[in-house]
Structure formats: C-alpha cells, structure tokens
C-alpha cells in the first residue's frame, strides 16, 4: 500500500510539473476525429438525408452507451451476435444508410423498450464503412438531427424501428453589426440596447468565448463552429456540464435558451471538481481541462466498446499503471497506460505519454465521463485529504 502512495505521488508530481510549463498546445487536434487506429479501410457511402422540422420519419433505433450530438463525427464497432450487428446489416441494405441513436446505458441494453429510453435522439448517418469482415462492421458516423420518439415497434425479433419527428433550431438575425450597434433600432422600439443584448445569439455566444477562455485557456475555442445551433451541441460535447444538463440541452429547443442555460453553467464550472464515480475522491479540477480532439473525444476500442472522454493535463489521486503503448492509440503520437482511482482502484481511463519530441503537452489524461461526477468543491473539500491513502481490500469491497 506504501508502494501505490509513493508511486501516486510521483504521478502527482509528473502532473504538476507540466500543469506549471503548459502555456500552449500545438498537437494537431484534427489528427484524432481521423480515427486511424480503426486500421482498415474504409468506404465512403455517399448521399445524405436531411428532414423538415416536424417531418415524421420511420428510422432503423440503435441504443447507444454514449450521448451523439448533431455534428459530431464518431466510430462504431459493431460485433457480430448483437442485435445492433443485425440492424446494421439491415441498415446497409437500405438506400437511406441513417438511423436513430439514442442514449441507453449499457446495463439497461437488454430491455430496449421504448420506455426505457431517452425520448430525445439525433439522426447518425454513416459516411464511411468497412464491411470486409464477416463477423464485425465498423463505421465512421456523424450525427445530423435532434428528433422526439413518437412511437416504438418491432418489424423482427432482432430489428427495432422508430416513428420519430424530427426538430430544428431557428436561428433569430443578428441584433447588432459589427460596430456593436443595433441593426433596425425603430424596429425594436425605445427599450435599452442591453436588452437585446440578453437575447442576441451571437452576443451569448461571445460572452461564452470569453468565460471559456477565461476558466480554462487550453479549451481551444477557435475551433468551435460559428454558427449558433452547431456552436451550442459542440459545447455540449466539449464542456464538462453534468449528464442530466446536457441532456437537458439537447431537449431544449430554444437556442436562446439552450445557449444561455450554457453560458450560466460555464461561469460556475471553476466551482466544480470531477470526482471518483465509485468512491467520490476528486481527480481533477474543471480549469485543469484541454483540447485533444476537434470533434469531440469520442472513441471506440478493438472490442467495440465506445468511450467519451474528458481530457485534462493535470489530475490528483490517481495511479498510471502498465507500460505505455502505442498500438491502437486514440492519438496518434501519444503513448496509452491505464489510469485507476488511487483510494478505489477504479478504472477511470487513461494516461497518454508523447513520443514525439517537442509535442505539447508532454502528457495528458483521458477520463471517462461515465467513471467521473461532478461535485461542488465544497463537497470534495469537506473530505479533502492533500494525501489521500489507498483503502484496504477489506474496505473496497464495500464499494463493489
């Protein structure tokens, strides 16, 4: 047990020491949305489907583990013996090569009733597709439309269909030019100019660059898309909002509100740490965030399981374990080493190592959303230890 300590220490220390000289980040972080680990190739599908707001459309359903945002590409590694295996062969018969995701924990998989869903899901369509294996497909997918889920059925014992109806943003015009100025001001009347300001997309969406940029530098902001609707799903893939706010978020269909709902969780994050799932000890710090990836950390493993991730430069309380490994690696240039909560002994993601000479940042760490929770520091502080101990065997088992 002494051994773990010491050696959480010195990870502790690695992690500081490049927190303190991290200034900037210059890894490529489009390399990662290429997803080359996949090692196959990969066909392009063409065409692309796009609905009216409020148009009703019978969709092939494919619970998924992860939370899919309009605009985010992504990897699926579907095995064969699965119900998702039988419904993407369906699926690629099929001229249309779209289907519903929507999010399913993993335990609940086996019901698949309609009920046990979230009732709000995005279109995925498959732009690439490798089926050279009989016993495995793997597609590259990108998420188009936010629909509701009007109702269930099952045209097959193994095939799932749903009757959705699909949802839209509108965007409002821009309030003001490019001198700050109102655009029509005898169209709004004699309310002050501030008013509109609260209301204004494009004014929200500034706020919220600046809030970013100042909680959490290394949040690469430049990278987001510009226009409002996309701006607000790539906050919510790439921010640290709790579960049940970015689903919220997603549901929401007013931008206005969706992006103001954002920018007040924005300015409270520093408030907030990421903490154990299983045991609650604090990891890392919302500040502590980084940009690894342009799409969004989302990544799939050789046993086709799908992972979203936090990405961070710096942690607390956990233990790197395994020689790092290059093979399969989510990011090209980077060595892989597994990362376990030091009190628990939870899996909670993973250590990447550069191999290249000058990348910055020398390491970072990719967490799971799904091992982590989000806790006010005043909840961590209370049982804050600057030297955590690992607990006992006989201790852990409580918390299996």
Known sequence: ???????????????????????????????????????????????????????????????????????????????????????????????????????LPAEREQVLLGRSWSQCGVTVQIVEVSDDNSREIVLKCKGRQRFKTISTQRRSVLTLHAKVQILADHIPPRLYDSMGRLR??????????????????????KSIKVEITKYSPLVKVDVAPTQPDMFSYWLISAMPFKFNQRVKMLRENSLVVRLKSQLDHIKELNKFDYCCQLCGTDIVNSSRLVSMSADGPFFVNPAGIAFELITAY???????????????????????????CLRCDSFLGWKFTAVVEDTQPRLFYGIQRKAVKVLRQSETDAEESSDIEPISVQSRLFYL
Do not use: C
Not at 48 to 73: A, R, S
Not at 184 to 205: C, E, N, Q, R, T
Not at 314 to 340: E, I
């Open 1 to 103: 047990m002494a051994d773990r300590a010491a050696e959480a220490h010195q990870e502790r220390m690695a992690s500081a020491e490049v927190a303190q000289q991290l200034d900037h980040v210059d890894y490529d972080i489009a390399i990662p949305s290429h997803h080359s680990y996949l090692d196959m190739t990969l066909t392009r599908v063409e065409g692309y489907n796009y609905w009216l707001e409020g148009q009703h459309v019978n969709l092939y359903m494919i619970p998924l583990d992860v939370i899919v945002i309009p605009g985010q590409t992504f990897p699926l590694r579907i095995r064969e013996n699965t119900i998702q295996f039988t419904m993407v062969r369906a699926l690629l018969d099929n001229r249309h090569k779209t289907f519903g995701a929507v999010y």
């Open 314 to 340: 710096s942690v607390q309380h956990t233990l790197a374990r395994g020689d790092p490994q290059t093979k399969d690696s989510w990011f090209p240039g980077y060595a892989w080493s597994y990362l376990s």
């Open 184 to 205: 029509d001001p005898f169209k709004f009347g004699s309310h002050p100019s501030w008013l509109y300001k609260h209301h204004d997309v494009y004014a929200i969406m």
